[in-house]
């Protein structure tokens, strides 16, 4: 099956403790972005990356860290000093040409311990 | 930043009555796409209008496009209890290389 898949679904920090969430596609995108969407609202982009070994911060870059070192995977990590993620996070990949139509995981729900 | 703003918030409708939601957004956009998202879910798309189109349809789906206005509008028809979910406007906007979404619009279908 094509798509991207997000793991874990559901993932749990403790105090000062980094975690890193997985996306994986296998629709040979180039564009991959990382969103995070809080209770009631809308999304807000956190980074992004347009091709591999490149990325770029988003509107709400501060806490967090990526990297892109193949086409497939784009993982974020929520670092110690992202104070308040206990959030749901998306990731989305798109291709050149497309009109920019992008195409979402299920999403990953962090919460603190 | 958010470009978007849907409006309402959220709508609660009978199962067959059309639903229409609203987006009006901010700076100039080569399109405007609409998204679905079910509880706990990723987001699906479901139509896409072009800057030079005004009105598009895709099944029981309306999408009107004034951007005199910066404004757009979500038609469903005869809307069905599976129709519920919340409903984005994202635009691409011009020089840019990623999509800006809206605050959404949670709309219930009650059958």
């Known amino acids: 099956d094509g798509g991207i898949t997000q793991s874990p679904k559901y993932l749990f920090r403790k105090e000062g403790q980094n975690v890193t969430l997985s996306c994986e596609q296998n629709?040979?995108?180039?564009?991959m972005y990382w969103y995070r969407q809080d209770p009631g609202q809308g999304l807000r982009l956190i980074y992004y990356?347009?091709?591999?070994?490149?990325?770029q911060k988003g509107d709400i870059a501060e806490g967090y860290s990526v990297s892109r070192e193949k086409k497939e995977s784009f993982p974020l990590t929520v670092t110690s000093a992202q104070k308040n993620p206990t959030a749901f996070y998306l990731c989305a990949s798109s291709n050149q040409g497309t009109k920019n139509i992008q195409y979402f995981g299920a999403g990953t729900r962090l919460s603190v311990l | 930043s958010q470009q978007g703003e849907e409006d309402p918030q959220a709508l609660s409708i009978q199962e067959g009555e059309n639903a229409t939601m609203n987006c009006s957004y901010k700076t100039s956009i080569n399109n405007l796409q609409w998204y679905r998202q079910n509880s706990g879910r990723g987001l699906v798309h479901l139509i896409l209008?072009?800057?030079?189109?005004r009105e598009k349809h895709s099944g029981r789906l309306r999408v009107t496009l004034d951007t005199s206005k910066k404004s757009s509008s979500l038609l469903i028809t005869a809307s069905r209890a599976a129709d519920t979910a919340s409903y984005f406007c994202?635009?691409?906007?011009?020089?840019?290389?990623?999509?800006?979404f809206g605050t959404g619009t949670r709309l219930t279908v009650i059958p």
């Open positions: 209008i072009r800057s030079n189109e």
């Open positions: 990356s347009q091709i591999v070994n490149d990325f």
């Open positions: 994202a635009t691409a906007r011009t020089g840019a290389n990623n999509l800006f």
């Open positions: 629709l040979n995108h180039d564009a």
